[in-house]
């Protein structure tokens, strides 16, 4: 191998190299993307799952306000009739 055939080697070999390390740091890249999606996504889904329990409570004592005014309303009418 003559000594420009051995220089071209090298020249590819150093842009082999190169194109490692552009992948690389693009691989990186990416994973940092998606790590941050996927912590927006778990932000917004903790959010959306605690609106839906803090909300479903709100109903649920609403419910049972509702029941024990009816239970207290029926408890009044059966005295009624009793008496």
């Known amino acids: 191998m003559t000594m420009q055939e051995t220089h071209i080697q ?3 070999e ?3 190299q190169k194109l ?3 992948i690389a740091a693009t691989e990186v890249w990416i994973d940092d ?3 941050a999606s996927e912590g927006r996504i778990i932000e917004a889904v903790t959010g959306a799952i ?3 329990v803090v909300e479903l409570k709100g109903d649920i004592m609403d419910v ?3 029941l024990k005014a009816e239970m207290v309303r029926l ?4 005295d009624n009739h009793l008496n």
């Not at 408890?75 to 059966?78: D, F, G, L, S």
């Open 20 to 22: 490692a390390i552009q």
């Open 64 to 66: 049972r306000s509702e």
């Open 10 to 12: 090298q020249i590819l």
């Open 14 to 16: 150093l842009e082999r």
């Open 33 to 35: 993307k998606v790590r």
């Open 50 to 52: 605690t609106n839906a």
């Open 75 to 78: 408890e009044h009418k059966i």
